[in-house]
């Protein structure tokens, strides 16, 4: 449970953390993250960290939650992080505990999403013996963090996190690991928090060059057709309302990616829906018709472009807004690179930005969406996933935070639930990690108790971390757990009907839990719907239930997520399915 406490005892709660007393590494430890505001900690103890556990024990001021599985624990503050743009905060023990981090480590790494990462180590006497439960975290985990740390020392310890707080939440985001021996836990020194950081040769640039905006600017005025593709960098950096505005001012339709869903609103007259792979027939083909392609937190992701030589062909010139240097000009040529925040930028932008001559080209978008909505072939006597995607988005009104898994259902969410404000969409878009949409969605709802948080599963997904189910019951944590269950591993199963013949191989998941009687089984109540009559109501029933409840709406087999465009086509080549 999240302590919510007055700003008075926020003060005095400082006051006694900052007492230079002399202390262990673990209560060293504790006190940083209660410093730097954390209010929940998950986690999954083991011999290791055992020191730092026990300075837990009997501490009223410091949260843990305790996940069934280390990558139940770093999904769940990913997901807490993502829901509120604070740093997520995950502890595991050495060795295997360490190494179940790995698959959360990379994802957070690829989405960057701010997470410092504790984990214990054998004692620094035994380190390079191969000494039980030993394993190279700091090495193993080198390609897929910002930074890592190996603490030698005590004395070291406040100022690291102090650093790992401030790399992890600095430029583009992203996780940071702390490895921590056992011995150091349970050394002492006199505890010291530093104010400030400084450390040397890390400085990213947060403030755009005024020439290279205002040129952007220039470019705008000069086109005719310019599109915005924003990103998940305008979520992360909370500039949803600098886009808005200048998207009213310069009058330039927008494409959010997977991951920039709810970065502007899906209500507005030019917004264009997700481009890509299975992006809009509207999205896909403004990329590839419009003249100015403007990239604002987004790094042109293959899924994205697709084939990259053949992507926005009558772009005379595209701008790269980002806070990653080594991101602009790394997939397309960039005429115009704008190194910086995106929302320091967008307010520099805002300053002077003018409409663009685009009256004509917002004409033909806009009837292009008219003409070429979602579409899919609804069914009287077979329940389709689109129908239920459309349900919860009705029944909610966008307004709910909403996590996903990784397949067809994600696909399905994307396009048809429709996001009203930023940090409501929580997906796994770079790594693609089945089993991330639950317990994310676990940390969401940690975050914000009040909020209704919706976790979207398939069957496969579900059950790669269905056991953080026993967390949900004994806390009462409220997610609406669907599961759209297609007996098969959808996505794999669509790529091998249409890329590689109808050949399946391996994909059936007839074999799967009831997962009603699974939810049961652990303390949540379960539901299951195969027709519409059934879905509403159960639906209904899910929504009008305290506490945790799982849904499972069985599906047809062999629906296939429309768009879809193959690997080696253009992003306007699509496959439209029922409606081609």
């Not at 191969?130 to 985990?141: K, M, N, S, V, W």
């Not at 909020?451 to 059950?463: A, E, H, K, T, Y």
């Not at 799982?550 to 629906?559: A, D, I, P, S, W």
Request: aromatic share 8%; net charge negative; proline share 5%.
């Amino acid at each position: 449970m999240i302590v919510q406490t007055t700003q008075k005892s926020k003060v005095q709660l400082r006051e006694e953390l900052l007492k230079p007393d002399v202390i262990t590494g673990s209560e060293m430890l504790l006190r940083s993250l209660l410093l730097e505001d954390v209010d929940c900690v998950f986690g999954y103890p083991g011999g290791a960290v055992l020191y730092i556990y026990d300075a837990m024990h009997g501490n009223p001021d410091f949260n843990h939650l305790l996940t069934r599985h280390e990558q139940g624990a770093i999904h769940a503050a990913d997901g807490y992080a993502r829901s509120t743009g604070k740093v997520g905060v995950c502890i595991a023990t050495s060795g295997p505990g360490a190494t179940n981090l790995v698959t959360g480590i990379a994802t957070a790494y690829m989405d960057s999403v701010p997470l410092v990462v504790i984990t214990g180590n054998v004692a620094t006497s035994v380190i390079g013996t191969d000494a039980f439960q030993e394993a190279d975290i700091t090495g193993i985990t080198m390609p897929i963090t910002k930074h890592s740390y190996l603490v030698r020392d005590v004395k070291d310890l406040p100022r690291i996190i102090k650093e790992a707080f401030h790399i992890a939440s600095t430029g583009r985001r992203g996780p940071v690991l702390i490895d921590i021996p056992k011995d150091v836990s349970n050394d002492t020194a006199p505890f010291y928090y530093p104010e400030k950081v400084d450390i040397r040769g890390y400085n990213p640039t947060v403030q755009p060059n005024k020439l290279q905006v205002d040129k952007m600017l220039e470019a705008i005025a000069e086109s005719e057709r310019p599109v915005i593709i924003a990103g998940g960098g305008v979520v992360y950096a909370d500039a949803a309302e600098q886009l808005l505005e200048f998207v009213n001012k310069t009058r330039i339709p927008v494409a959010t990616t997977l991951l920039g869903l709810g970065g502007f609103p899906s209500a507005h007259e030019l917004w264009l829906g997700m481009p890509g792979m299975h992006g809009t027939y509207t999205a896909n083909n403004a990329l590839q018709n419009c003249d100015l392609l403007i990239g604002i937190g987004a790094r042109f992701d293959d899924r994205v472009t697709m084939k990259v030589d053949g992507f926005a062909p009558k772009a005379k010139k595209i701008v790269h807004i980002d806070v990653d240097p080594a991101e602009i000009g790394k997939i397309v040529e960039t005429a115009i690179p704008v190194v910086g925040d995106v929302k320091a930028a967008l307010q520099l932008a805002n300053l002077k930005a003018k409409p663009s001559r685009s009256e004509k080209w917002i004409e033909w978008v806009q009837e292009t969406k008219r003409n070429f909505p979602l579409r899919y072939k609804d069914s009287d006597t077979e329940l389709k996933p689109q129908y239920v995607i459309e349900m919860i988005h009705e029944t909610t009104k966008g307004e709910a935070i909403v996590t996903t898994d990784v397949g067809q259902h994600q696909m399905w969410a994307a396009q048809y639930y429709k996001f009203n404000h930023p940090r409501s969409w929580i997906t796994s878009g770079g790594l693609g990690t089945m089993g991330f949409g639950f317990p994310s969605a676990i940390g969401a709802q940690k975050a914000h108790p009040d909020r209704l948080v919706v976790s979207i599963n398939g069957d496969g997904g579900m059950q790669m971390c269905s056991q953080e189910l026993a967390v949900c019951a004994i806390h009462q944590i409220p997610v609406k757990i669907v599961v759209i269950n297609n007996q098969v591993l959808g996505m794999v199963r669509q790529w091998q009907e249409i890329i590689y013949d109808n050949r399946y191989s391996h994909i059936d998941l007839a074999g799967s839990p009831d997962f009603v009687k699974l939810a049961e089984a652990y303390g949540v109540k379960g539901l299951r719907a195969t027709n519409k009559d059934e879905a509403q109501r159960a639906w209904q029933e899910a929504l009008d239930t305290p506490g945790p409840v799982l849904v499972e709406f069985v599906v047809r087999k062999h629906e296939n997520v429309f768009p879809m465009v193959t690997q080696g086509s253009t992003i306007d080549q699509m496959l439209m399915g029922d409606s081609e």
